[in-house]
C-alpha cells in the first residue's frame, strides 16, 4: 500500500462478514472489485485503498496505522484491548441487521447451571482474553483453551463449556447445548486509527464514508411509497401513514387529486397496504430505496 496522504487505507473483514459489507459497501454507492485470491480489493474512487484482513485482527493493525480504518466487531476491538476510535456503529452481521451475542454454553445434561459452576471448569472458545478478564472481574478461576474451530463439539470431552457466539441459537441447538449467560453483545464497528482522525483530509473521508454506509443500512429496513389519494379521503389516509417526516403530497393535473409519497418500514406494508386501498388511495406503488440519510 502507497503512503500517500491523499489516500484512506482502509481494512474490509475477510471471512464470515465480507460478502454482507461488500454488498452493503455497494449499497452505498462504491463499486468494490475482488478478484481471485487477492487480498487488494479495488474500489471505484482512487482515494481509497482497501485491503481484506480477518475481523480478529483488524483492530490491532488500526491501532498500530497500518490501516488508517476498517470494519471489525466489537467483540475483537474487546479482545485485542485496542486503542482505537469508534467511529460509528454499523447494525450488520453475517445473517442479518442484529447484533451477535458470545455466550457460555453447556450441553443440555451438563450439572452447569449458572456462571457460577464454571468453577475449576475448562472452557474452549476464540475469544480468549475477553473471557479470561470477565471471569476474573466475576471471580471465576476456569482454564480458559483457545479453540480452532468446532468448538461446539468440543463439549463435554475435550471441555465442560465453551463461550461462542451465535446470532440466532440455532448451531447451538443443534449440538444439544444450551446457554447459560450472555457474556457479550456485538456489532460490526467503523474505527479509525486515531492519527489518523486527527488529520483532517482523512477525517472528512471517513465521515463521508460512514454518513453513507449508514444510510445505505438505514434503507435495508425501509421502502418508499406513492400513491394517489382524493382532496375528500386526504385526511383519513395521512391519518394511516406512520412516516418518518410528513409525507410530501403534491398536486396532481385531475382536480381534487393529490400525489402522496412517503417513507415507511418495510414490514408494516403488507399489513398498511389494504388499510390504505380502504381508505381510498390508489395507483400504490412501493419502491426499494439504497439509502436514507436523516
Not at 42 to 50: L, P, R, Y
Not at 56 to 64: G, I, L, P, S
Not at 107 to 114: A, C, D
Not at 193 to 207: F, P, S, T
Request: charged content about 30%.
Amino acid at each position: 500500500m502507497k503512503n500517500n496522504k491523499k489516500t484512506l487505507r482502509i481494512g474490509l473483514p475477510k471471512g464470515s462478514l465480507q460478502e454482507s459489507t461488500l454488498k452493503l459497501f455497494r449499497k452505498a454507492g462504491y463499486h468494490i472489485s475482488v478478484s481471485g485470491r487477492s487480498y487488494y480489493p479495488v474500489f471505484d474512487d482512487a482515494e481509497v485503498e482497501a485491503m481484506l484482513i480477518r475481523a480478529q485482527e483488524m483492530a490491532r493493525y488500526v491501532e498500530n496505522g497500518i490501516l488508517d480504518c476498517g470494519l471489525t466487531g466489537y467483540d475483537w476491538i474487546r479482545e485485542q484491548n485496542a486503542d482505537v476510535k469508534e467511529v460509528a456503529e454499523l447494525n450488520y452481521a453475517k445473517e442479518g441487521l442484529r447484533p451477535v451475542r458470545w455466550v457460555i454454553a453447556v450441553p443440555n445434561e451438563s450439572r452447569i447451571r449458572t456462571i457460577k459452576d464454571l468453577n475449576g471448569k475448562r472452557i474452549a472458545t476464540e475469544l480468549v482474553g475477553f473471557t479470561k478478564r470477565y471471569l476474573k472481574a466475576k471471580k471465576i478461576r476456569a482454564e480458559v483453551d483457545f479453540s480452532w474451530g468446532a468448538t461446539e463439539v468440543k463439549p463435554p470431552h475435550l471441555a465442560d463449556a465453551i463461550v461462542e457466539l451465535t446470532e440466532t441459537g440455532s448451531s447451538l441447538r443443534a449440538n444439544n447445548l444450551r446457554i447459560v449467560e450472555t457474556i457479550l453483545e456485538s456489532s460490526t464497528r467503523f474505527i479509525s486509527n486515531k492519527k489518523a482522525w486527527q488529520n483532517a483530509w482523512k477525517r472528512q473521508k471517513m465521515e463521508n464514508l460512514v454518513m453513507l454506509l449508514k444510510g445505505a443500512l438505514a434503507a435495508e429496513e425501509k421502502v418508499g411509497m406513492k400513491m394517489n389519494v382524493r382532496q375528500t379521503d386526504l385526511k383519513r389516509v395521512l391519518s394511516l401513514l406512520p412516516a418518518m417526516h410528513s409525507p410530501t403530497i403534491s398536486l396532481l393535473s385531475d382536480e381534487g387529486w393529490y400525489d402522496l409519497d412517503v417513507v415507511i418500514d418495510e414490514k408494516k406494508v403488507r399489513e398498511l397496504i389494504p388499510k390504505l386501498k380502504k381508505a381510498g388511495a390508489s395507483g400504490i406503488v412501493e419502491y426499494q430505496l439504497n439509502k436514507v440519510i436523516p
